[in-house]
């Protein structure tokens, strides 16, 4: 199974101290006591001197990890998986235009200590063969800042966002080496409860406040809401908490924002805030279920005419979006 996970960052020599010697919070082992590093493109030195070349307060490079669930997967694979995202990501850019570094990171240690800011306390955690992608937002011909995997909106000839090619590109990965997809294998797992529904994609928001409504749902969750009146009261701490049409729903205006956020869908209403919250979360896992194969063979074939859609996406990032 291989899932992305997007990032970015400032600090050349920052992101190359982490991937060399595995330091950041809650950690206490040594990178070189923890995994066997493989690089299998390009070079971190070359690639550190160019993220830091850009003098700016704004995000200098892109930092994308693929993880697999599993633990046999071969150098050899991992190399054709970065030569394919490789040519994914630079498809509308010459060779010579962008950078992109990457290595492997495989487990010597099956588990780690890691710290959880929530229970304030270290767990133990599985850990599996993954791979970090650095790709530098600099042209390397013109000098220009760029940023080869913008999120875009609607607006440029379509309705799919960056997001719905990358997870298309994913599932292609999935089914050409014989990997597992998340979509089939949503593990119940986590390090929170929030963490149950926050890894389940197919139940994330659409729309612009998408993010605004999974972190509301996502804190209903962590704080064990089950009551109407809790869940009002939690909304106030977050903004201005008003009714909707005929009293139907709960609308909330964030601190520092304008318009209110309707909170129409069946995760807020009172039946469902009413619930237990082991039924809640029952409610999460079941949404995560395998697939049929139909519904996996018709999500394929959406994602293949997503593909076949992307380099004028690609394009559209390059040449049309603003700042590019």
């Known amino acids: 199974m291989a899932i992305f996970e997007f990032g970015s960052g400032n600090s050349g020599a920052g992101i190359s101290d982490y991937l060399q010697n595995g330091k950041k919070q809650g950690r206490e082992l040594h990178r070189d006591e923890i995994d ?27 930092h994308i990890t693929l993880s697999f669930k599993e633990k046999d997967i071969s150098p050899e694979t991992m190399r054709a998986i970065v030569a394919d995202f490789k040519k994914f990501i630079g498809s509308a850019y010459t060779e010579d235009e962008i950078y992109l570094y990457a290595e492997a990171h495989m487990p010597k240690t099956a588990t780690e200590q890691k710290w959880n800011a929530e229970t304030k306390k270290y767990e133990t955690v599985e850990r599996f063969p993954h791979i970090h992608f650095l790709v530098p937002k600099t042209n390397l011909v013109t000098g220009e800042r760029i940023s080869v995997l913008e999120l875009l909106s609607a607006g440029y000839g ?39 529904i926050s890894r389940i994609k197919e139940d994330e928001f659409s729309g612009r406040n998408r993010a605004s409504l999974k972190m509301i749902r996502d804190l209903m969750i ?103």
């Not at 390009?42 to 700016?56: A, K, P, Q």
């Not at 799919?160 to 994913?170: G, H, L, N, S, V």
């Not at 990997?179 to 986590?190: A, G, V």
Request: aromatic content about 8%; proline content about 2%; some cysteine.
């Open 158 to 196: 379509g309705k799919e966002k960056t997001a719905d090619f990358i997870d298309a590109f994913q599932e292609s990965i999935n089914e050409k080496y014989g990997l597992e997809s998340p979509k089939d294998n949503r593990s119940t797992q986590f390090n929170s409860q929030a963490d149950i």
């Open 222 to 324: 962590d704080r064990q809401i089950e009551s109407p009146e809790a869940f009002r009261k939690m909304l106030g701490e977050l903004g201005e908490v008003t009714e909707g049409k005929g009293g139907e729903y709960l609308q909330v205006k964030l601190h520092g924002e304008k318009q209110n956020i309707r909170l129409k869908d069946y995760q807020f209403s009172a039946e469902f805030i009413s619930k237990p919250i082991q039924e809640k979360l029952d409610f999460y896992t079941s949404q995560g279920k395998a697939r049929s194969p139909k519904q996996k063979a018709d999500e394929l074939a959406k994602g293949t005419l997503l593909l076949q859609k992307w380099n004028d996406r690609a394009r559209e990032i390059k040449y049309l979006h603003t700042g590019s």
């Open 36 to 62: 066997q590093r493989i690089v299998l493109e390009g070079d971190l030195s070359i690639c550190e001197r160019i993220i830091d070349s850009r003098e700016t307060d704004s995000t200098t490079y892109d």
